[in-house]
């Protein structure tokens, strides 16, 4: 391995990347729908296909490139990324979008979970949750930079620019990869059967639950925080974009943090953040009524949803320890089914006119629903120990 630091490097640039086509229709939604005549709510469905995407290609896209070295697999994923974000650019109607946003998310899961294997593979064991923080931190800085940029260039040029520019930034990770990592030696044939098979334990269901409704707590407000803005907050365009900032600081904020965090211990923290996000949402529509409470609110919402996602990941890793590799990846799935179902409740909570606030509501539902599912994997692994024996 080249430096551990200019690894992890290149990882945080691949995470860039995705992090920026990921997040950017957040803050399109109502420039996409008009530009492709459909509805807000319909629109929101864009969101739901590209995590419905990476659900489905993160096992069969593992899979496939086990066989790659590590570089190698990681080069090709991203080249899927650069081909899915030029084909959205030029996407004629809103089905070619959603057919092309959904070829973008094929390399996610399998990128995060390879490069979550990578990154916890240069480090020392104690240091792996913040090494796996390292590479995500990609993906929060993206929310401060990549997305914002995005999203005015979506809102002032237009929004087909923006996921070409994005495209670019594809390439840019290839080259990062190409230099900063050894060419390996080529993978072995999965053993599909056993690796399933690991997957199946009720702690590892128990683990990939949490990150399900974790994401999905996070994914209510922020695939329609736009719209939730302009109508709590009565915000213009550019507070959006600003909030947009903001949030991706707070991401930061709790990236790093959750890494610390999960280092220190692995349910300790995923109990006291899922705990923190559901008041946080809870309260969330008072606080949002005026523009000072936006900001504050959003950064400290922001750190809550992001630390999650380090504890997480490393819950799965560790209770999947016989398939690292595809257990990251899946568990990658886990979190965008989660953004599926935070949009898609979302989008069925603004359907019925249940107003924008409900919305939040929601959202700290599925975060109390997170901590549940993390209390009862507590108790099956206690449950699981061997009992300490007696002398007689």
């Known amino acids: 391995m080249k430096s551990p630091r200019l690894a992890l490097l290149s990882l945080a640039v691949g995470?860039?990347?995705i992090g920026t086509t990921e997040f950017t229709p957040m803050g399109l939604l109502p420039v996409i729908a008009d530009g492709v005549h459909v509805s807000i709510p319909r629109a929101g469905m864009l969101v739901s296909a590209y995590a419905v995407g990476v659900m489905v290609g993160a096992p069969v896209m593992t899979l496939l490139f086990s066989r790659f070295g590590k570089r190698a697999a990681l080069m090709s994923l991203m080249l899927i990324f650069t081909l899915g974000n030029l084909l959205s650019a030029f996407a004629p109607s809103y089905t070619t979008l959603l057919l092309s946003r959904l070829i973008t998310s094929l390399n996610h899961g399998a990128f995060f979970g390879i490069g979550a294997v990578v990154a916890a593979s240069v480090v020392p064991r104690e240091k792996q949750a913040s090494?796996?923080?390292?590479?995500?931190?990609?993906?929060?800085?993206?929310?401060?930079?990549?997305?914002?940029?995005?999203?005015?260039?979506?809102?002032?040029?237009?929004?087909?620019l923006a996921f070409g520019g994005t495209?670019?930034?594809?390439?840019?990770?290839?080259?990062?990869?190409?230099?900063?990592?050894?060419?390996?030696?080529?993978?072995?044939r999965p053993d599909v059967r056993r690796e399933l098979t690991v997957l199946t334990r009720p702690e590892v269901l128990l683990a990939m639950g949490t990150t399900v409704?974790?994401?999905?707590?996070?994914?209510?407000?922020?695939?329609?925080?736009?719209?939730?803005?302009?109508?709590?907050?009565?915000?213009?365009?550019?507070?959006?974009?600003?909030a947009l900032v903001l949030i991706g600081v707070g991401?930061?904020?709790?990236?790093?943090?959750?890494?610390?965090?999960?280092d220190w211990s692995l349910d300790g923290a995923a109990k006291l953040i899922l705990a923190s996000l559901a008041l946080i949402m809870a309260v969330l529509p008072l606080?949002?009524?005026?523009?000072?409470?936006?900001?504050?609110?959003?950064?400290?919402?922001?750190?809550?949803?992001?630390?999650?996602?380090?504890?997480?990941?490393?819950?799965?890793?560790?209770?999947?320890?016989?398939?690292?590799?595809?257990?990251?990846?899946?568990?990658?799935?886990?979190?965008?089914?989660g953004n599926a179902v935070g949009a898609a409740l979302g989008?069925?909570?603004?359907s019925q006119g249940l107003g924008y606030s409900a919305v939040l509501w929601a959202g700290a539902a599925l975060a109390a629903g997170g901590f549940g599912l993390v209390w009862l994997g507590h108790s099956h692994a206690r449950r699981r120990m061997p009992l300490p024996s007696s002398s007689v």
């Open 15 to 17: 995470a860039f990347a």
């Open 131 to 160: 090494a796996i923080a390292a590479m995500f931190m990609g993906l929060t800085v993206a929310n401060v930079g990549g997305v914002p940029a995005a999203t005015w260039v979506g809102q002032q040029v237009g929004w087909r």
């Open 167 to 188: 495209a670019m930034l594809g390439l840019l990770t290839i080259a990062s990869l190409w230099l900063a990592l050894p060419k390996g030696e080529p993978g072995t």
């Open 213 to 242: 409704l974790g994401a999905g707590a996070m994914f209510a407000l922020y695939t329609y925080v736009a719209p939730v803005l302009t109508d709590i907050t009565h915000a213009s365009p550019g507070f959006v974009a600003f």
């Open 251 to 262: 991401f930061t904020l709790g990236n790093s943090l959750g890494g610390r965090l999960a």
């Open 287 to 337: 606080v949002l009524t005026t523009h000072v409470g936006a900001a504050i609110g959003l950064v400290v919402w922001g750190a809550a949803s992001f630390g999650i996602v380090p504890p997480v990941q490393m819950r799965v890793m560790q209770a999947a320890a016989q398939a690292p590799g595809l257990a990251s990846s899946v568990n990658i799935g886990a979190f965008n089914l």
């Open 347 to 350: 989008g069925a909570v603004i």
